[in-house]
């Protein structure tokens, strides 16, 4: 039997079950399939078409970036260090009733999908309008996506007319579903405060009925609590599940302002969540009880966010910010430990989103989402735990090679 | 009149007073004095025997890093996400013991030179033990620092008699003045918890007398705040100002647990702090009140601690991480803007540290500490706003190029 790939002689972090490190450790992959890992030495003598060397490198899943907005890229800095409101009224929404358009949507989509690939990004979940663009600026870009047409009460960029919103969001669902194998079509609801309850009843049951994850931005703010609160002094969790929404296949986006009963009810429910902390941070948001979520085994992945928020896709950086954050915030160094915080960018990321299944992990029968990540640069020496090193010392600029579904989309730091 | 370096046609941060940008801006070195900088077309036909074509970079001061353990670097993830106690008594100390010698201290010094000038540093402030070999180590390497021999009340490395601690400093102090024009070596008092009130006392007036700067750990964590209070039911500040510490030529370094009193009784002495942002976080040690120490003009520069407990020296990544910690911490995504940050990582780095006279900013007669910035990547495009983007978006790997003194130290990403 001929394989495609062997990448050979790297420290191998499979992210699979009880984390398990392999020294000298190699992978073949074939078809996009992941077909064997372990050690190198069980590798001699099979015959594979292409042998890449990952001496002085870690071989480990690409990472799953769980919320992002594509196209905002385009206003990355734009407008930094201002309120919320200011920032929003004065200088977002106006910004993109202006510059968003189909081919800005494209543009700018595709120069994101460069930047995660660039920093060892293989999977992200998106949302956005005119999404149809973004979805074919990923399928040329290769690397894997969830991705959601916008769903929100308001005239929005592509749907002038809010009535036809769930519909728009249905026949994007249906173009895409099972076209294209690396693009899993979802719905994007905005969230409670910019979708009415008829709008998100109708909206998770078209999820339900097309079988595809449902995202909605949940309790981000203060003031957003305080808003749904005047419709019935329910909790946005309490609120989203007496309008049942929360499932197994609902991704909770930011989930900051929540307490010990939400907690139970995201629990009970199945959902998971999405954990934005630079961005959560950046626009003063406030710091989300994610190690109290990891506690319940409640699916938690790692999002940058759109680039207006963050500013970049940098989930490397991301881990090292979350890891520290919590810490912080609880006055508890224990608490997000690397191994808890790389689960958090790789497989426990792919459950969030309902890819655990296919990626998220180096494990046979997994599609081949694989990076190389450089150790020999002097912030990387010495390596005492290789996942303290990757959270804590790591950077993107260390992604040196990048396989998403058993392609090479990047070779010595550079797309290819 | 021939001049050594003329760098041409980059986008010029210079962080001289009113914080202009020069959009085609060139900066004129000879001697490791910057003679002129201005309108790149204000220097056409002046002769340069080396001429640095800066095109799609920005040019700018290179950064400060105010605190700083180098040797630390040979423990650099040997033990994360512990208790403090735990961290320091089983790991830290037991390693320090065991590894920490002259020629470690040295090789890891070295390293971590070599780390900070690759992510753009052209100054560092450090204080460890064996610093006679840190300083031996700065000066083959090329940065900038001031440097200080630990005083502690404990058998220390290369200081087994506690008795000998500060008369150890002192010669440093002596053996380095004014032999090195990069190198300004200083005191390095531990803390309040680890040195007897006549420690401190004898160290500040060693200071004093020798005309250096006096570094100091203050009010760290919660358990040291009620250690200090024990003594006589004082702030840690009211302490130290009761024993004369404080004054123009103290920095205090974390100042995280200090209330208004505090703040202004620094403000009063006209000391500096040094903020470790990353440091604290992992450590779980508490946020610093920044915002309010430089809204009281007290001169505030960015450090990395040691990177046992950070785990890097990336002063771009702490950029990040500092502009968006206080806005959590705060609630107020107004603080920390952009161009404060920026400030923090450089002149006001450079003010806290003594040395705003010689670096930190690109001004006419100030030493030539530059790095140009690759702003070509996709992280980095598109810039509405070029401080935004060097906080928000740029990586420490976008450095591309590094003067210290007028001699080029990188080029290429790679150490000359």
Chains 1, 2 share one sequence.
């Not at 992002?68 to 890229?73: I, K």
């Not at 990891?294 to 500013?311: E, F």
Request: aromatic share 6%.
């Amino acid at each position: 039997m001929e394989y495609d790939y062997l990448i050979d002689n790297g420290l191998l972090i499979t992210m699979e079950k009880g984390l398990p490190i392999i020294e000298e450790g190699s992978v073949l992959v074939k078809d996009g399939v992941i077909e064997a890992c372990g050690q190198t030495n069980e590798f001699v003598g099979v015959n594979a078409k292409n042998h890449i060397i990952a001496d002085k490198k870690i071989i480990m899943p690409g990472l799953i970036n769980c919320h992002t907005h594509l196209p905002m890229s385009m206003f990355r800095g734009l407008a930094d260090d201002l309120p919320l409101d200011v920032w929003l009224n004065e200088h977002i929404f106006p910004a993109e009733a202006e510059q968003v358009n189909p081919e800005s949507v494209k543009k700018w989509s595709r120069h994101s999908c460069q930047e995660m690939l660039l920093s060892g990004t293989t999977t992200c979940c998106d949302g956005y309008f005119h999404e149809d663009n973004v979805a074919r600026a990923i399928i040329e870009s290769g690397i894997r996506a969830v991705t959601g047409q916008g769903v929100i009460d308001f005239p929005a960029p592509g749907v002038p007319d809010p009535k036809k919103n769930i519909q728009t969001a249905i026949e994007f669902v249906k173009h895409y579903k099972d076209e294209f194998p690396l693009l899993s079509p979802s719905i994007f609801c905005h969230s409670p405060y910019t979708c009415s309850k008829e709008t998100l009843k109708a909206a998770k049951k078209a999820a339900i009925d097309l079988d595809v994850l449902f995202q909605v931005h949940v309790a981000e703010t203060q003031n957003e609590v305080k808003m749904i609160q005047k419709l019935g002094n329910m909790s946005i969790v309490e609120y989203l599940e007496s309008l049942e929404i929360l499932d197994e296949k609902t991704l909770m986006v930011h989930s900051v302002w929540i307490d010990d009963k939400d907690i139970s009810i995201i629990q009970k429910c199945g959902a998971s969540v999405a954990h934005c902390p630079e961005s959560n941070m950046k626009l003063a948001s406030g710091v989300a009880p994610i190690p109290k979520l990891i506690g319940k085994n409640i699916p938690v992945g790692l999002g940058t966010d759109g680039c207006a928020s963050n500013n970049d896709h940098d989930l490397f950086a991301e881990m090292d910010t979350v890891a520290k954050l919590h810490k912080v915030a609880l006055l508890d160094p224990c608490v997000m430990d690397a191994r808890t915080t790389l689960k958090m960018a790789t497989i426990q990321g792919a459950k969030a989103i309902g890819l655990d299944k296919v990626t998220g992990s180096i494990e046979k029968g997994k599609r081949a989402d694989i990076i190389l990540v450089d150790i020999q640069k002097p912030h990387m020496v010495p390596m005492y735990d290789p996942y303290s090193s990757l959270v804590y010392s790591a950077k993107s600029s260390d992604v040196n090679w990048v396989m998403v579904d058993g392609r090479i989309l990047v070779q010595d730091q550079r797309i290819l």
